[in-house]
């Protein structure tokens, strides 16, 4: 009750009352900042019949105090008043409802967390809660809704581990032009559009086998935070629509995720330059390039398609418009190779510029190989000799040098041709 004429009454919350929970915490604020909880949460709070109870005065739902019950604990998500009412003991009253509905539910412990000077701090004080100074409140809004999550499983994707941005060694040439072209758009729109800037929704990464491309790929998704969903042309093909239904029917699944990185390698296999008389592989990068025109037609997105063979790629394919950066990604530089070998190799007497020098045009596979071909040959002679072997430097030479590379010459060079034909930056 309030007090004089001005009156109210104490109810459970109905499902009709849910338009009127809406306009009440749209006005209820009393301060610039965001509630602990979003109304979403507080929406699956009532529609799951947590408890809740409303003020009404004449025909009109004026107050609304709603929970969320954990065990024998229960959290007040929200407490929002018509402005008309403040300062009245509605606050309050919908307090002492609310806690006497939350103790017959075995609830023996009540936290609230509110803005200071939000609408309801003096009610919760009145209403017996101690406040609690000087803490740190932290957020972290995952990438993903439940429904989401069902969607990303059923396509076989994932959110990838953080930290892959920055477990890429060297490269820093590279991925300062990734972060800068790429990732800061993508995960700053607001502060992009500001400046004019559209965020990329398709890129390109191409370069020579083994030289990281879906490693890149994997750590862009990493570093947004998105889910990652890689496309296998090999296993796409739909029945008699075969390769193009297939395509359609992963990127209309795709659609249905928030944000979200997708990526083809070898999409030479699906993009290919159409020949006149190759009907099947026309459909399939016509159907590529249908998908990719809606794809861009949604923020939150982007595509990377990775090849080994950009000049194999069919022109339409990638014209402006289409993918915002064709990016070369090529083999480890000294800096990189130098990363790589550190993280390898714990023996800080291995002369580490030797290896660097001997490694030049080396992929990141071909070093991991050659690391652990030494480290197979250090664990037998341990074994032979019931003596702990360790490696030298001239043990790793003589492994380099016996290991075949998996660029050849003549790949380096089509790379530095291709970068000058095809990059797009």
Request: charged share 25%; proline share 6%.
């Amino acid at each position: 009750m309030a007090d004089g004429v001005m009156t109210w009454h104490i109810r459970d919350f109905a499902p009709e009352d849910l338009e009127a929970a809406l306009r009440l915490d749209a006005v209820s604020a009393t301060t610039d900042h965001q509630p602990l909880f979003d109304f979403s949460d507080v929406v699956t709070s009532l529609q799951e019949r947590h408890p809740a109870v409303v003020a009404v005065a004449g025909n009109a739902v004026v107050g609304v105090a709603i929970s969320r019950v954990d065990a024998d604990r229960a959290w007040v998500l929200r407490l929002s008043l018509d402005p008309v009412w403040r300062g009245k003991g509605m606050g309050s009253d919908l307090l002492g409802v609310l806690e006497h509905r939350l103790l017959a539910r075995g609830v023996r412990k009540i936290t609230a967390m509110l803005p200071d000077g939000e609408t309801g701090t003096a009610a919760f004080v009145n209403s017996g809660f101690v406040q609690r100074k000087a803490i740190a409140h932290f957020d972290k809004h995952e990438p993903m809704s439940p429904r989401s999550a069902s969607v990303l499983a059923r396509l076989g994707g994932e959110v990838p581990a953080a930290g892959l941005w920055q477990q890429i060694a060297g490269m820093v040439a590279e991925k300062d032009l990734i972060e800068r072209r790429v990732v800061l758009p993508l995960s700053q729109p607001g502060l992009a559009a500001e400046h004019g800037v559209v965020p990329p929704h398709a890129i390109v990464l191409f370069g020579p086998p083994g030289t990281g491309k879906t490693t890149f790929a994997r750590a862009i998704a990493s570093r947004l935070g998105w889910p990652f969903v890689e496309l296998f042309p090999s296993r796409l093909s739909v029945g008699d629509g075969g390769l193009a239904a297939g395509l359609n029917e992963a990127f209309t699944g795709v659609a249905e995720l928030d944000n979200v990185v997708v990526f083809i390698d070898e999409v030479e296999e699906v993009a290919s330059r159409r020949g006149p008389h190759s009907p099947a592989a026309t459909a399939v990068v016509n159907e590529l390039l249908k998908c990719l025109v809606q794809f861009r037609d949604r923020a939150g997105r982007l595509l990377i398609c990775a090849t080994n063979s950009v000049g194999d790629l069919d022109a339409a394919f990638l014209r402006h418009g289409r993918f915002d950066y064709v990016m070369p990604i090529g083999p480890p530089d000294d800096q990189a190779r130098d990363a790589l070998w550190r993280r390898l190799i714990a023996d800080t007497g291995i002369d580490m510029a030797a290896l660097i020098a001997a490694t030049r045009g080396y992929t990141p596979a071909d070093i991991t190989h050659a690391a652990r071909a030494v480290a197979q040959a250090s664990f037998e002679r341990t074994v032979d000799s019931g003596v702990r072997s360790r490696a030298d430097t001239p043990d790793y030479l003589r492994v380099i040098e016996s290991t075949r590379p998996t660029l050849t010459a003549d790949q380096v060079t089509q790379f530095d041709a291709d970068i000058d034909t095809y990059a797009r930056v």
